[in-house]
């Protein structure tokens, strides 16, 4: 849990995303646009184009306290650190900076009752940066990141095994190329700030100097700069929990109670096994219901056990659970003596959940996420591309190209 400071100070920090009330599950941020499959629409990150009218953001979360609670919703411009920009509201919003809530719906037939709310959050005037904050009565309870782009460059990237003989095995490198074509960019080393992103939780900066100039008005990443090689990883593990009645994949059993109590398949570590190619969402998830009830409000919600095989891991680490399940946090896994295994247990909805699991140094922090699902350059990751543009005295950022590849 992260918690803001107020007034002057809390403008010079970067905004993280939280959620700081036990009774909101299921928080979701994602774009919208017309022709999408509303039972996939989990699976967009919160990036919408400025020009295209028919894509938005869109905010859904579910209240287990089950009652009418009046929530509100601002939006902050930011800078590319994510700390508050110089921007006032009017500069970036058309309206009050001040949004309630009256878009929800009431579980139907649910072990669990809950109120389910929906929100189009009105879409920002410029390109840029954004956060989401959401307050129950002024209390700021959740906060969360969101994009609004231009399409002013084009982006051409595709995704290979390293050319390191090292690291052709177990990373994967983005080649990149940026073509401004004819828009205008004074001193583009100067002006461009380019952010990588792979699997929508781990972020490079790229540095310009390594981005060389290969033509007219256009750049590319140096193909042979190992600053920009990714671990590969393996596809994440796949839970299906769509169903209360039958058990669905890696479900090892279902215990009837209030709520519902399922237990995964015990896991055992991947890391020096061959690659299985098997589908995956990236480590995203979808909210499902194959017992025929509506999946935003007839979806139930079920505890979770997660259990992993217990090992020898070296002084000070644990393991660890992610994935957007957990808000890509690392959840520490604890021993239970009755069953033998190390688990951790989540209160889910329906749905089909990836996860994955790490080795956490306990000093330090940081997380070792080939320990137990290893590398392997063929995994399928999703990738995307940041371009902006900071002109010098302009008192904002402007992004100006996004992709996304695979």
Same mark, same amino acid.
Not at 75 to 81: G, V
Not at 309 to 328: A, C, F, I, Q
């Given at each position: 849990?992260?918690?803001?400071?107020?007034?002057?100070?809390?403008?010079?920090?970067?905004?993280?995303?939280?959620?700081?009330?036990?009774?909101?599950?299921?928080?979701?941020?994602?774009?919208?646009?017309?022709?999408?499959?509303?039972?996939? #629409?989990?699976?967009?990150?919160?990036?919408?184009?400025?020009?295209?009218?028919?894509?938005?953001?869109?905010?859904?979360?579910?209240?287990? #306290?089950?009652?009418?609670?009046?929530?509100?919703?601002?939006?902050?411009?930011?800078?590319?650190?994510?700390?508050?920009?110089?921007?006032?509201?009017?500069?970036?919003?058309?309206?009050?900076?001040?949004?309630?809530?009256?878009?929800?719906?009431?579980?139907?037939?649910?072990?669990?009752?809950?109120?389910?709310?929906?929100?189009?959050?009105?879409?920002?005037?410029?390109?840029?940066?954004?956060?989401?904050?959401?307050?129950?009565?002024?209390?700021?309870?959740?906060?969360?990141?969101?994009?609004?782009?231009?399409?002013?460059?084009?982006?051409?990237?595709?995704?290979?095994?390293?050319?390191?003989?090292?690291?052709?095995?177990?990373?994967?490198?983005?080649?990149?190329?940026?073509?401004?074509?004819?828009?205008?960019?004074?001193?583009?080393?100067?002006?461009?700030?380019?952010?990588?992103?792979?699997?929508?939780?781990?972020?490079?900066?790229?540095?310009?100097?390594?981005?060389?100039?290969?033509?007219?008005?256009?750049?590319?990443?140096?193909?042979?700069?190992?600053?920009?090689?990714?671990?590969?990883?393996?596809?994440?593990?796949?839970?299906?929990?769509?169903?209360?009645?039958?058990?669905?994949?890696?479900?090892?059993?279902?215990?009837?109670? #209030?709520?519902?109590?399922?237990?995964?398949?015990?896991?055992?570590?991947?890391?020096?096994? &061959?690659?299985?190619?098997?589908?995956?969402?990236?480590?995203?998830?979808?909210?499902? &219901?194959?017992?025929?009830?509506?999946?935003?409000?007839?979806?139930?919600?079920?505890?979770?056990?997660?259990?992993?095989?217990?090992?020898?891991?070296?002084?000070?680490?644990?393991?660890?659970?992610?994935?957007?399940?957990?808000?890509?946090?690392?959840?520490?896994?604890?021993?239970?003596?009755?069953?033998?295994?190390?688990?951790?247990?989540?209160?889910?909805?329906?749905?089909?959940?990836?996860?994955?699991?790490?080795?956490?140094?306990?000093?330090?922090?940081?997380?070792?996420?080939?320990?137990?699902?290893?590398?392997?350059?063929?995994?399928?990751?999703?990738?995307?591309?940041?371009?902006?543009?900071?002109?010098?005295?302009?008192?904002?950022?402007?992004?100006?190209?996004?992709?996304?590849?695979?």
């Amino acid at each position: 849990m992260i918690l803001l400071l107020s007034g002057e100070s809390r403008a010079q920090q970067p905004y993280e995303e939280f959620t700081q009330s036990e009774s909101l599950k299921t928080i979701t941020l994602y774009a919208f646009a017309r022709g999408d499959r509303p039972e996939t #629409r989990y699976l967009n990150p919160p990036v919408a184009d400025l020009q295209n009218a028919g894509q938005q953001i869109v905010l859904e979360f579910d209240d287990l #306290r089950a009652r009418f609670s009046q929530y509100k919703v601002r939006i902050m411009h930011c800078e590319a650190d994510w700390t508050r920009s110089r921007l006032l509201d009017m500069e970036y919003l058309t309206g009050i900076n001040e949004f309630f809530l009256n878009d929800f719906q009431v579980s139907q037939n649910t072990k669990v009752p809950y109120y389910h709310y929906r929100f189009v959050v009105p879409k920002p005037t410029i390109s840029g940066n954004f956060v989401l904050q959401l307050f129950e009565n002024d209390e700021l309870v959740v906060q969360r990141k969101f994009w609004i782009y231009e399409n002013r460059v084009n982006i051409v990237a595709s995704v290979n095994p390293a050319r390191d003989p090292e690291f052709w095995k177990t990373h994967q490198q983005l080649d990149l190329k940026i073509d401004l074509g004819n828009y205008r960019i004074g001193i583009p080393r100067r002006e461009l700030k380019v952010y990588l992103r792979f699997n929508r939780n781990q972020w490079k900066e790229v540095n310009n100097d390594d981005l060389a100039s290969s033509g007219r008005n256009t750049f590319t990443l140096q193909p042979f700069n190992n600053d920009y090689l990714f671990p590969a990883g393996n596809e994440f593990r796949y839970l299906d929990i769509s169903s209360n009645i039958s058990r669905g994949q890696n479900v090892k059993e279902i215990v009837r109670g #209030r709520p519902d109590d399922v237990f995964t398949n015990p896991q055992l570590s991947r890391s020096g096994t &061959n690659f299985v190619d098997a589908y995956d969402n990236d480590g995203g998830l979808v909210i499902a &219901n194959r017992d025929g009830g509506d999946a935003d409000t007839g979806s139930d919600y079920v505890n979770v056990f997660f259990r992993l095989t217990p090992g020898h891991y070296p002084d000070n680490t644990e393991p660890v659970l992610y994935g957007k399940l957990t808000d890509w946090q690392y959840l520490p896994l604890e021993f239970d003596a009755e069953s033998g295994f190390l688990q951790h247990v989540l209160l889910l909805k329906n749905g089909v959940y990836d996860f994955a699991f790490g080795l956490q140094n306990t000093l330090t922090g940081e997380t070792d996420s080939s320990y137990f699902e290893g590398n392997f350059q063929q995994a399928g990751n999703t990738y995307e591309i940041f371009v902006y543009q900071a002109v010098p005295g302009k008192r904002a950022i402007s992004l100006i190209g996004y992709q996304v590849t695979q």
